[in-house]
C-alpha cells in the first residue's frame, strides 16, 4: 500500500507553546487529507478534512482557530497546535487519499505523533 | 448514541480459539464498511473490507446486514499475534465527499 509518514512521532512541550506535526505522503498525490486524534481508550475522532490548496473543514466542536492545518501541495499537510494546554496532549494521527472528495479511495494512515503538554 | 458501536472487551482468548466480534451502526448513510487492526500506540491498519454477501481472508471472515445494520469480525485458530485491538469502521457520505467513522475498537488478548 501507499506511505503516508508523520513528524516528529512524538513531541514534548511546555504549555502555551505552539507545535506543528508534517504528515507527507511518500508515493502518491494526497489531494484529501484527514486529521485525527485519539484519546486513551477511546476511538479516532475526525478533526478535520483539508483538500489540496483548500481551506480545511472542521469537525463540531474542533476550534479552527487552535488546529491550524494547511494543505499547501499534494503530498504536505501540516497541523498545528496553537497555545497548547495539557489537555491537547493526545495521539494525532493524519490519513491521506487520492482522488477527489466524494471519491471512494483507500486512506492510508501516518504512523501519528504522540503529543505531550506539560 | 454513537455513530459506530463496539464492546470494548477485552476478549482474552487461548491460542487456537474462534473469537467474535461484533459492532452496529447508526447512520443510514453509511456506504462502506471496514475492520481495521490496531495495535498500541500505533496508527490503525486496514484488516479487510466488508461486503453484503459476506467476504473471508484466510481465517478472518467478515459479515454485514444492511437490514440490521450490524456488523461482525470472526477470527479462527487465533494466533498470538493476533491480540491488538479491532475497529470497526464505516465510511459516511457527507456534504461533496465522505468520510470514515471509528468504533471505539475491541481489544482482543490472545493467551497461551
Known amino acids: 500500500g501507499a506511505v503516508v509518514s508523520q513528524h516528529p512521532s512524538w513531541v514534548i512541550c511546555k504549555s502555551g507553546t505552539s507545535v506543528k506535526i508534517e504528515c507527507r505522503s511518500l508515493?502518491?498525490?494526497?489531494?484529501?487529507m484527514f486529521w485525527y486524534r485519539q484519546f486513551p481508550k477511546q476511538s479516532l475522532m475526525l478533526m478535520a478534512t483539508?483538500?489540496?490548496?483548500?481551506?480545511?473543514?472542521?469537525e463540531q466542536g474542533v476550534e479552527k482557530d487552535k488546529f491550524l492545518i494547511n494543505h499547501a501541495s499534494l503530498t504536505l499537510s501540516t497541523l498545528t497546535v496553537t497555545s497548547a494546554h495539557p489537555e491537547d496532549s493526545s495521539f494525532y494521527i493524519c490519513?491521506?487519499?487520492?482522488?477527489?472528495?466524494?471519491?471512494?479511495?483507500?486512506?492510508?494512515f501516518g504512523p501519528g505523533t504522540r503529543l505531550t503538554v506539560t | 448514541r454513537k455513530e459506530v458501536e463496539q464492546d470494548p472487551g477485552p476478549f482474552n482468548v487461548p491460542e487456537g480459539a474462534t473469537v467474535a466480534f461484533n459492532c452496529t451502526y447508526s447512520?443510514?448513510?453509511?456506504?462502506?464498511f471496514f475492520w481495521y487492526r490496531q495495535d498500541c500506540r500505533k496508527e490503525p491498519k486496514l484488516l479487510m473490507s466488508?461486503?453484503?454477501s459476506g467476504n473471508e481472508d484466510g481465517r478472518f471472515t467478515a459479515q454485514l446486514n444492511r437490514a440490521s445494520q450490524y456488523i461482525s469480525l470472526l477470527i479462527r485458530d487465533s494466533k498470538l499475534s493476533d491480540s491488538a485491538t479491532y475497529l470497526c469502521?464505516?465510511?459516511?457520505?457527507?456534504?461533496?465527499?465522505?468520510?470514515?467513522?471509528f468504533g471505539t475498537g475491541t481489544q482482543l488478548k490472545v493467551e497461551l
Open positions: 490519513s491521506a487519499r487520492g482522488g477527489l472528495a466524494g471519491d471512494f479511495y483507500e486512506q492510508y
Open positions: 508515493d502518491f498525490q494526497a489531494t484529501t
Open positions: 483539508s483538500n489540496e490548496g483548500s481551506k480545511a473543514t472542521y
Open positions: 447512520n443510514s448513510a453509511s456506504q462502506s
Open positions: 466488508v461486503y453484503s
Open positions: 469502521v464505516v465510511r459516511i457520505l457527507t456534504g461533496g465527499g465522505n468520510k470514515l467513522t
